[in-house]
């Protein structure tokens, strides 16, 4: 008869519980979803038992990764396991706030893996390979009878029980497996997707001689009123002629929104630095061939995302990002150039170009939308039935501030004639379902027009 040992029993349960319970938490504190056991500490508790611990410590932090990863993709929609990798190199230019949590997770990971080390020395493997059992048995029966759709984002995977390894796959699509078989090289998906600027890859004839075309970190879709009051700078404006406004179905980051609007890409991974075909389709190329004078313009660092490799490829003659010039000032929600220093840039461009195309990634309305930012006040919050102090105001107020800007630029007699379209890059990122309940998931907003009035 096999005598158990109830409380090196106990302790192999924990070595499966306590890193679950840790991770569990963070979810709850973030509030985003995440099933109650990953299975992936299971299967850490089995090598246990099979293995020397020096080969499952970086077993572990794979582990631990993958699960942190599922929490995060939840806020923002990355859902590679290399673009992960990728961001991660550039966050000690990231806002400060990234940098605190990317910290503070090491920090878990390190006690986490202390702990587990420290109680697989108190049991053995026989405990190990009994909680291991049992847990497999309610990871069978949770497939077979509890419903769960896999991951994407906003959702990590249902059920009491799952693996996130296996949901980071489903989410990739198997991409990073394929990329490792050598099966797929092709940087971009198959399909053309559609943006605010299909009028213009239609047939850029269309766009006159001046053409401007913003695309706004972090605007979403909110209701009605709350839309109108933020863009009552632009559509009050004496200079704005032909203004429409409409909504696009998108989910993705940032460098996904720009390819979407430049060149009607979807891109498979975020690492463009060494791609150099595919681009010759994107509109800063075309206009270029037709005689246009193309300029870019973004406040962050060039070295993000390698823009400063794959920009010129698009088309771009001129490029200004942060390190281009000395700034008057800095801004905070994310390092960089503040945006109403930038137009500057983009009027003189048009002062001194009869036909010219500019492209404006805008950067201080990134989350954490920090109030250091926010100059002017032309978004009234409480009147539109938001908490001053959220992240939503904040949000809607640094947009606001920047149409704001913009607008005052648009009085300028470079501007005359330009044709604007301004497009949301992605749904802000917000913690909790009040304030996600403020935007439309998975939309964002666009508005056209053309610049007149007279000076």
Known sequence: MIRLDWKELLVAFFLVLIPNSVMLGLALWVDVDRSY????????????????????????????????????????????????????????????????????????????????????????????????????????????????????????????????AVHAYEASNGGFVLRFAGNSGAPFEDELVSGATDVWMDNPDLAGQKVLLIVSESWGVAGDKIQDSVLAPLKNSEFVDGFSQG??????????????????????????????????????????????????????????????????????????????????????????????????????????????????????SHVPYDERDLIVNSFDCMANGIEESSSVCRNLKLHSQFFFYLEKALHSKAMTGVEVVIVGDHEPPLFGDHERSFFDRSKVPWVRFSVGGSR
């Not at 994107?282 to 995302?305: D, E, I, Q």
């Not at 920009?311 to 490029?319: E, I, K, V, W």
């Not at 000032?329 to 001194?352: H, T």
């Open 247 to 364: 909504v696009l179905n998108f989910s993705g980051v940032t460098v996904q929104g720009e390819l979407r609007e430049l060149c009607a890409l979807r891109p498979r991974h975020l690492n463009l630095e060494s791609v150099r075909g595919g681009f010759a389709g994107c509109l800063p190329n075309r206009f270029k061939g037709m005689g246009f004078k193309t300029m870019s313009v973004h406040g962050a660092a060039g070295s993000m995302y390698g823009r400063r490799q794959w920009y010129p490829r698009l088309g771009f003659q001129t490029r200004i990002f942060f390190e281009s010039k000395q700034w008057e000032r800095r801004c905070y929600s994310f390092p960089g150039a503040c945006d109403s220093e930038l137009s500057r840039e983009v009027v003189d461009f048009f002062r001194k170009n009869e036909k010219a195309f500019v492209y404006w990634l805008t950067l201080n």
């Open 37 to 164: 056991i990953n299975f992936d500490y299971v299967f850490v508790a089995l090598l246990l038992a099979i293995c020397s611990r020096f080969l499952v410590v970086p077993v572990f932090i794979c582990c631990f990764f993958l699960d942190a990863l599922s929490l995060v993709r939840q806020i923002v929609p990355v859902v590679n396991v290399f673009d992960s990798l990728y961001l991660i190199g550039f966050i000690g230019v990231a806002p400060i706030l990234y940098q605190v949590a990317f910290f503070f997770a090491m920090l878990v990971m390190v006690l986490l893996v202390w702990m587990v080390w420290r109680l697989a020395l108190i049991t053995n493997k026989k405990n190990l390979v009994i909680v291991v059992n049992i847990f497999l048995l309610l990871y069978v029966a949770n497939i077979f009878f509890v419903y769960d759709a896999g991951a994407t984002y906003r959702r990590s995977g249902g059920g009491v029980i799952s693996s996130q």
